[in-house]
């Protein structure tokens, strides 16, 4: 069975501060997706980033970095110099192909949330 | 350009209603996912649909139900609400790996609330 665990249930820290979201996984599968989304407050899943269990290689885009460690089972987000825009729910996410067409359906971590103060 | 489509927004409804949610998914996707988000939880996949058919099921209630149409898009029928059904209801689509990249992409949801 596939699991995510984000054990971190709210952090909080000021603008500026570099922030990390810890994300654990467990799955039997070799080859799978792991997921960042950002949910603020108007509710919508905003896509961060999609990686292949394949490739792991550290992403940096602007000030998210993303760190995939196949070795620990962990793909974890940081926010360098936080805004209080980054104040969301962040779930992290994996998917795998259980023998259908597609990748597609999704398990969730319980979520992080992440509040910026000014 | 196009992004998934939910109907409606908001909806609210009373305990024992029905309600039907639907979804338009990305032009050319072939795949559709329905995820229920109760309040503080994460997102839990409900049903999913592959060309019209049903691909894969998770813990979706017997009172839902759920189809994709000709057109590809979906509706999530729910009888004998319950408050426990009040939630965000994503809609998300793809197109299948052998077609494409694969990647979904979510609606932006619709809020039931039963009162």
């Known amino acids: 069975a596939q699991k995510v665990t984000q054990a971190q249930t709210e952090i909080s820290v000021v603008e500026k501060e570099d922030v990390t979201l810890d994300c654990v996984y467990e799955?039997?599968?070799?080859?799978?997706?792991l997921f960042w989304y950002k949910q603020p407050p108007s509710g919508e899943l905003v896509f961060l980033i999609r990686?292949?269990?394949?490739?792991?290689q550290n992403e940096i885009s602007g000030r998210y970095s993303w760190n995939f460690q196949k070795s620990t089972s962990s793909f974890n987000f940081t926010i360098t110099a936080s805004q209080v825009v980054d104040s969301a729910v962040y779930f992290c996410?994996?998917?795998?192909?259980?023998?259908?067409?597609?990748?597609?359906?999704?398990?969730f971590g319980q979520g992080t949330i992440l509040t910026v103060h000014p | 350009a196009a992004g998934v489509i939910q109907s409606p927004r908001h909806l609210i409804k009373e305990k024992r209603e029905t309600a039907t949610l639907k979804c338009y998914p990305i032009?050319?996707?072939?795949?559709v996912y329905w995820y229920q988000q109760g309040p503080g939880q994460d997102p839990q996949f409900l049903i999913s649909?592959?060309?019209?058919?049903?691909?894969d099921k998770g813990s979706i209630p017997d009172r839902f139900s759920a189809q994709q149409f000709s057109d590809y898009h979906s509706e999530l029928n729910m009888s004998s609400l319950e408050l426990g059904d009040s939630a965000l209801y994503f809609c998300?689509?793809?197109?299948?790996?052998?077609?494409?990249?694969?990647?979904?992409?979510f609606g932006p949801g619709t809020r039931l609330t039963v009162t």
């Open positions: 799955t039997r599968d070799t080859t799978y997706y």
């Open positions: 032009p050319r996707h072939d795949t």
């Open positions: 649909f592959y060309e019209k058919m049903q691909s």
């Open positions: 998300a689509s793809s197109l299948s790996q052998d077609r494409g990249e694969d990647l979904q992409y």
């Open positions: 996410a994996l998917s795998y192909n259980a023998g259908g067409t597609s990748y597609g359906k999704l398990t």
């Open positions: 990686r292949n269990s394949f490739d792991e």
